[in-house]
C-alpha cells in the first residue's frame, strides 16, 4: 500500500504535464480564433478603402470609423453567442471562469462599439449631407431597410447590458436577470437584417458575404448543437435518475443520481453539471451544482447550500426521479495539478468539488490540507467525508467557523482571525507554500481576498486553481 501511495504521485504528474500543454494549446487556439477573425474584419475595412476615407478628414472620416466600429461590434457580438454556446474549444481554453470573466469584458466593447457605431455613422451622414443630426437619425430608423428591426435590438442589448450592471443585478432575482439576459440573443438577430440590407461591408466582396454568413450560421448551429441537442442526447443516453436524498450539514441537501454509462460522460472530480430535475413545474430552470464526490461506477453525488427555490427543492426530490445535465464543465481538476502537497479552501458549499478532490487525488498523510469557511461548524457540508478522509487518508482539516469581522483583517477569515496578516495566516497553516497546488472554490469576493494573500505569501499564479460559485 506505502509503495503504491509512493508511486501514485510520479506516474499522475508525467500525464498532468500533459494535460497543461493541452490546456495551453487550447487556450491557445481560443484566443488565436477570437484576434484572427478580428483581424480579418479589420482587414476587409481596409480593402473596403476605409483608410482612404478616414484620412479624407471630413464626413466620410466619421462614416468610415462607424462603419469599422459597427463591423468589430458585430463581430464581438457574435463571439457572446459563441462564448455562452458550451462550445469545447472555449470551455476547454478558458475555462467557465474565464469565460464568464471574457463575456464580461467582450460585451463591454462590443455595447461601447455599437454605441460609438450609431453616433459616427449619424454625423457622418449628417455631415456629408448637411442635414440636422436629429433628422438624419430619423431618417435613419424609418427610411432604411432593417432599422427599425436594429434599433429594437439595439433597446434590447441596452436592456441586457443595463440590468447586467452590478447594483442593478444585485436588485433583481437571478431567474429574472438571466430571463432578461436571454433577450440578448433576439437583439443580435434583429441587428442581422440591417447588416445585409445597408451594410454596404457585408456584400461588398465575397469574403465578406461568406465571412459574415458562416459566423451567423456556425454561432446558431452552436447554439443549438451544444446547448440543447448534445444535453438532450448526452441525459438520454445515461438515463439518469435520482437514488436518494439526504441532509447535509444544517441546511444543506445531497443527493445520488445514478444512470447507465456515467463513466464514459469523462466527469472528473472538480467537475460541474447544470442539473435539471423532472420533478414538476419549474425543472427548466436548470442550475450549476459540482461533484460532491469523485465520480464511481454510475453515479455521481452533489452537494448544495439552501440559498433560494431551486435548492429547497432538492429536498423533496423522490428517488426514481429523472434528470437531465449539460456537462460536465470545468477545469478545476487535478491534471492542473504540478506538485506533491494539496492545499484546498472553500467557503461554504465551496467545499463540496474539494472533497470530490480529495477523494481522487493522490498523497501521502499529511501531504494534504483542507480549510473550511463556515457560518459555524454545523453549517458545514460534507462533514462525514472529510472526517472519513482524516481518518483513512490522513488529510488535516482546519474549520474556520464564524462571522466576518466589521472592519479590518482578511476577508476570507472569520472576526477570531482578524488580526492576522493573511500571508502569515497561510504560511502558518500549510509551511513551505512553494510545494503546495492550491484549490480554492466559494464566492468570488472571498476568492479573490484569499488570490491576494497567496500571490503576497509566494504561491505563483500557475499553482493556483479555482471555481467560482457565483457568475
Ligand atoms: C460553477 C458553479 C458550481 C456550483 N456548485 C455548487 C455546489 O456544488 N453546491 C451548491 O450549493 N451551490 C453551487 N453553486 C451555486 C448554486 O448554483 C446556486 O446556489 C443555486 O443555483 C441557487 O439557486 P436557488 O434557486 O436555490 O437560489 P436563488 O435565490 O435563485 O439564487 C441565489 C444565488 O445563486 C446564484 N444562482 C441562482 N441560480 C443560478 C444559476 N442557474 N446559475 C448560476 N448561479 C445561480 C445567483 O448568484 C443567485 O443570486 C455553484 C455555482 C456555480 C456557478
Keep these: 500500500m506505502a509503495a503504491l501511495t509512493a508511486l501514485a504521485p510520479v506516474s499522475a504528474l508525467g500525464a498532468r504535464g500533459s494535460s497543461s500543454r493541452r490546456t495551453t494549446a487550447w487556450n491557445l487556439a481560443a484566443v488565436g480564433a477570437i484576434w484572427a477573425t478580428s483581424l480579418f474584419v479589420l482587414a476587409l475595412w481596409v480593402s473596403g478603402a476605409g483608410i482612404q476615407s478616414l484620412l479624407a478628414f471630413d464626413g466620410d472620416s466619421a462614416t468610415t470609423l462607424g462603419r469599422l466600429t459597427g463591423l468589430v461590434s458585430a463581430n464581438l457580438l457574435l ?28 460585451g463591454f466593447w462590443s455595447f461601447w462599439l455599437l454605441l460609438a457605431h450609431l453616433v459616427l455613422i449619424t454625423v457622418g451622414y449628417a455631415a456629408t449631407s448637411h442635414t440636422n443630426l436629429l433628422v438624419q437619425a430619423w431618417e435613419f430608423v424609418w427610411d432604411y431597410p432593417g432599422m427599425l428591426l436594429a434599433t429594437a435590438g439595439t433597446a434590447l442589448l441596452i436592456l441586457v447590458v443595463v440590468t447586467s450592471i452590478r447594483r442593478a443585478r444585485r436588485r433583481l432575482r437571478y431567474e429574472s436577470w438571466h430571463l432578461l439576459h436571454l433577450y440578448g440573443y433576439l437583439g443580435v438577430g434583429l441587428a442581422i437584417p440591417h447588416m445585409l440590407w445597408t451594410g454596404a461591408d457585408f456584400t461588398a466582396s465575397p469574403a465578406a458575404t461568406v465571412y459574415w454568413w458562416s459566423l451567423w450560421a456556425v454561432a446558431a448551429a452552436c447554439v443549438l448543437w451544444f446547448r440543447i ?36 460522460s469523462g466527469a472528473r472530480a472538480g467537475q460541474f453539471f447544470v442539473w435539471r430535475f423532472l420533478d414538476g413545474p419549474g425543472w427548466t430552470r436548470g442550475h450549476p451544482f459540482s461533484l460532491a464526490a469523485a465520480p464511481v461506477g454510475n453515479e455521481l453525488v452533489l452537494s448544495a447550500r439552501r440559498v433560494g427555490d431551486g435548492t429547497d427543492r432538492l429536498a423533496d426530490l423522490r428517488p426514481g426521479t429523472r434528470v437531465l445535465v449539460e456537462g460536465p464543465y470545468g477545469r478545476m481538476t487535478g491534471e492542473r495539478r504540478r506538485g506533491t502537497r494539496l492545499l484546498m479552501l ?126
Design 79 to 106: 463571439y457572446q453567442v459563441l462564448l455562452m454556446a458550451r462550445v469545447p474549444l472555449f470551455e476547454h481554453g478558458f475555462g467557465r471562469d474565464g469565460i464568464t470573466r471574457l463575456h464580461r469584458v467582450v
Design 346 to 471: 472553500g467557503a461554504g458549499a465551496g467545499v463540496a468539488p474539494l472533497v470530490a478532490l480529495l477523494q481522487a487525488e493522490p498523497y501521502a498523510p499529511g501531504e494534504a490540507i483542507l480549510v473550511t469557511r463556515d457560518h459555524t461548524v454545523a453549517h458545514g457540508l460534507r462533514r462525514a467525508e472529510i472526517d472519513r478522509l482524516a481518518l483513512e487518508r490522513g488529510l488535516v482539516h482546519y474549520a474556520l467557523p464564524g462571522h466576518r469581522a466589521a472592519t479590518g483583517g482578511p476577508e476570507w477569515v472569520p472576526a477570531t482571525h482578524a488580526r492576522w496578516d493573511g500571508p502569515d495566516l497561510l504560511r502558518r497553516i500549510a509551511g513551505d507554500l512553494s510545494a503546495y497546488d492550491v484549490y480554492l472554490c466559494g464566492p468570488i469576493p472571498w476568492m479573490r481576498s484569499l488570490q491576494r494573500d497567496l500571490r503576497a505569501a509566494g504561491v505563483p499564479a500557475a499553482r493556483i486553481h479555482s471555481e467560482a460559485f457565483s457568475i
Design 229 to 264: 441537442a448534445v444535453p438532450l442526447i448526452r441525459s438520454a443516453r445515461h438515463g439518469l435518475r435520482v437514488v436518494a436524498v439526504a441532509p447535509d450539514g444544517v441546511d444543506g441537501v445531497s443527493v445520488r443520481v445514478a444512470g447507465r454509462g456515467v463513466r464514459r
